[in-house]
T-cell receptor
Framework: KAGVTQTPRYLIKTRGQQVTLSCSPI?????VSWYQQTPGQGLQFLFE???????NKGNFPGRFSGRQFSNSRSEMNVSTLELGDSALYLC?????????????FGPGTRLTVL | GDSVTQMEGPVTLSEEAFLTINCTYT??????LFWYVQYPGEGLQLLLK?????DKGSNKGFEATYRKETTSFHLEKGSVQVSDSAVYFC?????????????FGKGTHLIIQP
């Protein structure tokens, strides 16, 4: 079974631009979560989607948004990029939402903001 | 809010040494607990999990026991190998409605020398 895939793997943008990252979950998984990983803040939860609805959201500004499509694929968007948005963005999928459901992580998208 | 504390390292050991990485947590309710491992350039892989007090998670020679009385979930391995070199993350997810995704510790960089 194919794992979680994320595209693109690497991205370079400049301040003020916007960016869209894509995540395809494992086949049959309906929940997708997004995390930001930086050296300073570590891994932080962005949001979770289940059946096309945002279920939970972390403590990030409104510039960070996401959506999920009917095939469970998900995108996250960051508008008006700032230098501090440079990070590894990880997507994770699970069969269902909820605390006991194992999350499978993709390889991440490395975003560099110049 | 929820939080996870773990030693950040780097922790350097010789091959075949005994490994302990401490992890303590603060959470409301009864969280599920996880250890994830991240190899260079890759996403996170679930190493083991425990969903209730006194549960022991185990995988690939690694073990951790959910200790509710000490709010701990220490990772242990009896004999480490060079291939165990990676970053290890302790994480929790609270149960009940409004769960905010996984809460991670800062990660422990483990280096095993031959």
């Amino acid at each position: 079974k194919a794992g979680v895939t994320q595209t693109p793997r690497y991205l370079i943008k400049t301040r003020g631009q916007q960016v869209t990252l894509s995540c395809s979950p494992i086949s049959g998984h309906r929940s997708v979560s997004w995390y930001q990983q930086t050296p300073g803040q570590g891994l932080q939860f962005l949001f979770e989607y289940f059946s096309e609805t945002q279920r939970n959201k972390g403590n990030f500004p409104g510039r960070f948004s996401g959506r999920q499509f009917s095939n469970s694929r998900s995108e996250m968007n960051v508008s008006t990029l700032e230098l501090g948005d440079s990070a590894l963005y990880l997507c994770a999928s699970s069969l269902l939402a909820g605390d006991q459901n194992e999350q499978f992580f993709g390889p991440g998208t490395r975003l560099t903001v110049l | 809010g929820d939080s996870v504390t773990q030693m950040e390292g780097p922790v350097t050991l010789s091959e075949e040494a005994f490994l302990t990485i401490n992890c303590t947590y603060t959470a409301t309710g009864y969280p599920s607990l996880f250890w994830y491992v991240q190899y260079p350039g890759e996403g996170l892989q679930l190493l083991l999990k425990a969903t209730k007090a006194d549960d022991k998670g185990s995988n690939k020679g690694f073990e951790a026991t959910y200790r509710k009385e000490t709010t701990s979930f220490h990772l242990e391995k009896g004999s480490v190998q060079v291939s165990d070199s990676a970053v290890y993350f302790c994480a929790l997810r609270s149960s009940g409605g409004g769960a905010d995704g996984l809460t991670f510790g800062k990660g422990t960089h483990l280096i095993i020398q031959p």
